[in-house]
């Protein structure tokens, strides 16, 4: 290759780094053990200098390579491509670009393809320098992580669950498309780089949902579980079952964690209906039997305790037979359900009613008990239930006994107070029906 006295700017001299050799052969001591093809190319888009690396390229020479327009040597195809860089540079831009080649063997080869203005004494842009190396390796390892990121991309937008994954000051880096649309969330703009509990539905933590991140940011721990309610912008609430895990550096120190949310809502409300149901009687909606049996029992506990005094009332319906015989148990069930109704809207708030079966009820009063208000709520029990009242246009009326047991001055026995209750209930129908008796009365 014959050497070419280029007019670079910085030219090396003698008296440079390599005393004793021309600028020339400076320049292809350099260009050949760089390890990158470089080429020189006039203003006029015709080559001026190259390497022996940039001519293995073409399987060429470098002399006959020299000389050659750029699209003499690439074609049209690919000088299209490339051309738009070109024209930057010219306008004074330095650019770099990464373009998949074929390499002298005929592979597919990624290389990084600087290019560069080439000014003259004056400044002005006689050309360009353009030079490329060798990336594939670097090119395909961005690429799988590239692809790798995409799946995990995908997996979190199709799983079932809300993924979320935050820094260590719980700022959300990303999250998948389930989590925006559990939380209520309008769009991803409005979620990255802001902090958990800044966001609307998660503003409000709850206390053992905010200990589990503290857990998890102190490194207490490395992962935990937690239930918490969600209550999205719209006044919605979502119930949630957290699953959170801590990534951490060398140093032990976290970096992100790592939420994936799980809307347990439907199971917290299957287990909302169980309770109900193994606590309140099916017909009538008051407490059953059980239900009322532990309340009562932890009433007595509390008066033991701390003082007080409890009343428990026991209803039986005078009549109710007559009219479930004689209209059919679909009518009973109506009188009961109304009977129901007019016990818990005469009462207090404070009081408990339940249907211990059939016709028989129990009030317990446990709150500012004192005689003289027993007997006044029982005699409005008597007189609410013996309205009259109307199921399937039928007019129809029942009556109420009603038997009391205190404690004190009874004994705080459940079993003992349900009995004396019973007892005084059945007095009072001896006594004509109608009435509130108290046990031990003679």
Known sequence: MTPIELPLEGTLSAAGPFPGLPDSEVLQVLTRNVGATVAVVSRALRVVYVNDEYARWFRAAPEDIVGKTLIEL?????????????????????????????????????????????????????????????????????????????????HMDNSPLAVLEMDDQLR?????????ELMGWQDLVQVECRRLHELPGTAAMEQHLSQAFSDLRSGRTTRNRVESCVRRADGSEVHCEWFNSALTDAGGRVTSIMSLVQDISSKIEIARQQHYLAN????????????????????????????????????????????????????????????????????????????????????MLDTDVEADLVGQIGARIVSALAEPMEVDGLALQVGASIGVAMHPPLEGDIELLMTQADQAMYAAKRTGRGCVRYAGQA
């Open 74 to 154: 690439y074609g049209e195809y690919n000088y299209s491509r490339f051309m738009p860089y070109v024209r930057r540079v010219l306008a004074g831009e330095r650019v770099s670009y990464q373009r998949l080649v074929l390499d002298p063997e005929g592979r597919e080869s990624w290389r990084t393809i600087c290019v560069s203005p080439w000014r003259d004494a004056r400044g002005g842009i006689a050309g360009f320098v353009t030079a490329a190396l060798d990336v594939d390796e670097l090119q395909v390892a961005m690429n799988a992580l590239s692809a790798a990121n995409q799946r995990l991309a995908s």
């Open 280 to 363: 309140h009687d099916s017909l009538t909606g008051l407490q059953n039997r059980s239900a009322f049996h532990s309340r009562f029992e932890h009433s007595l506990s509390r008066v033991r305790s701390r003082g007080g005094a409890v009343a428990l009332l026991f209803i039986d319906l005078d009549g109710f037979k007559k009219v479930n015989d004689g209209h059919g148990h679909k009518v009973g069930d109506e009188v009961l359900r109304c009977v129901a109704h007019r016990l818990a809207h005469t009462v207090r708030g404070s009081d408990t009613v339940a249907r211990l079966g059939g016709d028989e009820f129990l009030v």
């Open 172 to 180: 959300v880096l990303r999250c998948s498309r389930r989590a925006i």
